[in-house]
């Protein structure tokens, strides 16, 4: 069985950005899925990268998939990375296991170990885009309490993205995640997110604050790249510190183990390098004590799929993510996407990634072409 062709494609699912999808297909009229990480203006760079890369798949078996990804790093780029490439080389990875999957007619996770788990608990995301008062909030995660979630996870600080923040900021946090709280009850938890925006004097004065409202973990409160400060934030606050959605390959996480900068991982599918590669830093955090949480700002069909196969291999998994407002764009490609039941999803059982892309109604929802974003000046800025 060879490689005949790669293609990628870009889809609007309805909400936010446009979606990178990836199909492989052979001569033994067997096709694979896959999806690639994006972000707002950067899904068209992703999808020239797929469109390069797919090329030198040609011509090649698609159980080779660990060379793929040393050629695709070593002799295609040269050893130069990029979040482009990284998310290029996930989403045709994943294609590639949908294929093996299917010729041996195995789900994926049955092929990397097998099962740790009978089903992967999941917390609610993308639920509270858009809102802006405490109460909002709080009746907002009633709503994803009634349909049946134990965890959610937002970000309570206001914009911009900054590294220095006033403390009104700092108090409209506090006050969102105490509104949550209240209303939620003590036993729903609650994962805050803080995107990789705080400078340490303020992530540990926000984090102490927070600390009363019994929380699940604290995620990203500086960027990965400076590991010390992320270790004096964790050792400054006593709560559990995830980091790792914008952290590439194993390479990228190995500074983290080594000085105990995070108690959880949260390295995303879709842009790490593939199933294998996050299963491999899965690995890598077992003997620190790290446990897995991926990330996955996905659709909840291939990534998500994705997700659950990889995850379903890790001793050291505890929960992964669920976009709620992908949901609807999901049944619409998808006959058999994945879904939770009270916060869990069981694992598939069909070969390959265990659902089925509909084609056709995938390019009825093209990518959207975005007017430029109105980006900050320096008028903008504070003091």
């Given at each position: 069985?060879?490689?005949?062709?790669?293609?990628?494609?870009?889809?609007?699912p309805g909400w936010r950005k446009n979606l990178v999808f990836v199909k492989v297909e052979t001569d033994a009229g067997i096709h694979g899925w896959g999806e690639a990480y994006s972000q707002y203006d950067r899904d068209q760079p992703v999808l020239a990268q797929v469109s390069a890369l797919g090329p030198y798949l040609v011509g090649r078996t698609p159980f080779d998939i660990k060379h793929f990804t040393q050629f695709a790093f070593d002799d295609y780029a040269a050893r130069r990375g990029s979040l482009e490439l990284f998310c290029a080389i996930s989403g045709i990875e994943q294609a590639l296991w949908d294929i093996v999957g299917k010729a041996l007619n195995q789900p994926v996770y049955n092929l990397l170990?097998?099962?740790?788990?009978?089903?992967?608990?999941?917390?609610?995301?993308g639920w509270s885009y858009g809102m802006k008062e405490p109460s909002d909030y709080a009746r907002a995660a009633e709503k994803v309490v009634a349909a049946g979630f134990d965890a959610m996870k937002f970000d309570p600080l206001p914009s911009p993205w900054r590294s220095y923040i006033p403390k009104?900021?700092?108090?409209?946090?506090?006050?969102?995640?105490?509104?949550?709280?209240e209303a939620v009850g003590p036993k729903v938890d609650l994962l805050i997110e803080q995107h990789r925006r705080l400078a340490p004097m303020h992530a540990i004065r926000l984090d102490l604050r927070l600390k009363e409202f019994g929380l699940y973990w604290l995620e990203e409160?500086?960027?990965?790249?400076?590991?010390?400060?992320?270790a004096e934030i964790r050792k400054a606050t006593g709560l559990p510190?995830?980091?790792?959605?914008a952290t590439y390959l194993k390479q990228g996480f190995r500074p983290l183990f080594e000085r105990r900068a995070a108690d959880i991982i949260n390295p995303d599918v879709a842009c790490v390098g593939g199933i294998l590669e996050l299963k491999e830093i899965a690995a890598m955090a077992e003997p620190y004590f790290i446990a897995v949480s991926p990330h996955n700002y996905n659709s909840t069909v291939l990534g998500l799929a994705s997700t659950v196969h990889a995850s379903a291999t890790m001793p050291n998994f505890i929960i992964t993510e669920y976009f709620l407002p992908f949901v609807e764009f999901g049944d619409k490609v998808s006959p058999n996407q994945l879904k939770p039941r009270n916060g869990y999803i069981d694992l598939p059982t069909a070969p390959g990634l265990g659902i089925d892309i509909d084609e056709k109604a995938l390019t009825e929802h093209p990518a959207r072409?975005?007017?430029a974003r109105k980006l900050r000046t320096p008028s903008d800025e504070g003091p």
């Amino acid at each position: 069985m060879k490689i005949t062709k790669v293609s990628g494609y870009g889809v609007h699912p309805g909400w936010r950005k446009n979606l990178v999808f990836v199909k492989v297909e052979t001569d033994a009229g067997i096709h694979g899925w896959g999806e690639a990480y994006s972000q707002y203006d950067r899904d068209q760079p992703v999808l020239a990268q797929v469109s390069a890369l797919g090329p030198y798949l040609v011509g090649r078996t698609p159980f080779d998939i660990k060379h793929f990804t040393q050629f695709a790093f070593d002799d295609y780029a040269a050893r130069r990375g990029s979040l482009e490439l990284f998310c290029a080389i996930s989403g045709i990875e994943q294609a590639l296991w949908d294929i093996v999957g299917k010729a041996l007619n195995q789900p994926v996770y049955n092929l990397l170990g097998g099962r740790c788990r009978d089903r992967i608990r999941v917390y609610a995301n993308g639920w509270s885009y858009g809102m802006k008062e405490p109460s909002d909030y709080a009746r907002a995660a009633e709503k994803v309490v009634a349909a049946g979630f134990d965890a959610m996870k937002f970000d309570p600080l206001p914009s911009p993205w900054r590294s220095y923040i006033p403390k009104e900021h700092e108090d409209r946090a506090v006050a969102v995640v105490k509104a949550v709280r209240e209303a939620v009850g003590p036993k729903v938890d609650l994962l805050i997110e803080q995107h990789r925006r705080l400078a340490p004097m303020h992530a540990i004065r926000l984090d102490l604050r927070l600390k009363e409202f019994g929380l699940y973990w604290l995620e990203e409160p500086c960027a990965a790249e400076n590991a010390e400060a992320l270790a004096e934030i964790r050792k400054a606050t006593g709560l559990p510190i995830v980091i790792g959605e914008a952290t590439y390959l194993k390479q990228g996480f190995r500074p983290l183990f080594e000085r105990r900068a995070a108690d959880i991982i949260n390295p995303d599918v879709a842009c790490v390098g593939g199933i294998l590669e996050l299963k491999e830093i899965a690995a890598m955090a077992e003997p620190y004590f790290i446990a897995v949480s991926p990330h996955n700002y996905n659709s909840t069909v291939l990534g998500l799929a994705s997700t659950v196969h990889a995850s379903a291999t890790m001793p050291n998994f505890i929960i992964t993510e669920y976009f709620l407002p992908f949901v609807e764009f999901g049944d619409k490609v998808s006959p058999n996407q994945l879904k939770p039941r009270n916060g869990y999803i069981d694992l598939p059982t069909a070969p390959g990634l265990g659902i089925d892309i509909d084609e056709k109604a995938l390019t009825e929802h093209p990518a959207r072409i975005y007017a430029a974003r109105k980006l900050r000046t320096p008028s903008d800025e504070g003091p």
